[in-house]
T-cell receptor, first 112, second 113 residues
Framework: AQSVTQPDIHITVSEGASLELRCNYS??????LFWYVQSPGQGLQLLLK??????LVQGIKGFEAEFKRSQSSFNLRKPSVHWSDAAEYFC??????????FGAGTTVTVRA | DGGITQSPKYLFRKEGQNVTLSCEQN?????MYWYRQDPGQGLRLIYY???????QKGDIAEGYSVSREKKESFPLTVTSAQKNPTAFYLC????????????FGDGTRLSIL
């Protein structure tokens, strides 16, 4: 079965600085990869997804992610964070069934 | 606008009581899901349903039950057998298999009185 690891539980970044969130997956083939964001007390919102093709994927809110097959990684990046980016971020992996596996999440704090 | 509606947003349960969480979607999605979210543990799958009148257990189904009598609705019952029900519950839906992103409701927070 596939699994997802988000090594960083909590990241603090200054407003205007760059952000990178790590995601590693374990699966024999290339899975379907997703990044979601969750504000406190809310549901999850899809930021971006990767199925195939170009390994650099653009998403909403200025986020992008890069799929690296050799490293089994799908890291999320944003060049310049805004205070509104403070939230919890989840990486998820899907295969050829109806289920997703989620990482434990990374909480992002943005300081002024 | 299409979306997923979960109700209520907050729910309180007494010891020994069953409670039902509602999830309705108007996205015409085939598959629906229930997740439990606890701090530091991400999302854990409770039950999912690919089509009407069919559902499968997820990773933590014990103490929970579901039904799928209509495509739009997938209610979750937290039974008295669930000894630690306090959590944030999320409902999601999707068109189909793993290459489709799941869309989420805003969640229900369940607490024990």
């Amino acid at each position: 079965a596939q699994s997802v690891t988000q090594p960083d539980i909590h990241i603090t970044v200054s407003e205007g600085a760059s952000l990178e969130l790590r995601c590693n997956y374990s699966y024999g083939a290339t899975p379907y990869l997703f990044w979601y964001v969750q504000s406190p007390g809310q549901g999850l919102q899809l930021l971006l997804k990767y199925f195939s093709g170009d390994t650099l994927v653009q998403g909403i809110k200025g986020f992008e992610a890069e799929f690296k097959r050799s490293q089994s990684s799908f890291n999320l990046r944003k060049p310049s964070v805004h205070w509104s980016d403070a939230a919890e971020y989840f990486c998820a992996v899907g295969v050829n069934d109806y289920k997703l596996s989620f990482g434990a999440g990374t909480t992002v704090t943005v300081r002024a | 606008d299409g979306g997923i509606t979960q109700s209520p947003k907050y729910l309180f349960r007494k010891e020994g009581q069953n409670v039902t969480l509602s999830c309705e979607q108007n996205l015409n999605h085939d598959a629906m899901y229930w997740y439990r979210q606890d701090p530091g543990q991400g999302l854990r799958l409770i039950y999912y349903s690919q089509i009407v009148n069919d559902f499968q257990k997820g990773d933590i189904a014990e103490g929970y039950s579901v039904s799928r009598e209509k495509k739009e609705s997938f209610p979750l019952t937290v039974t008295s057998a669930q000894k630690n029900p306090t959590a944030f519950y999320l409902c999601a839906s999707t068109y189909g298999r793993g290459n489709q992103p799941q869309h989420f409701g805003d969640g229900t927070r369940l607490s024990i009185l």
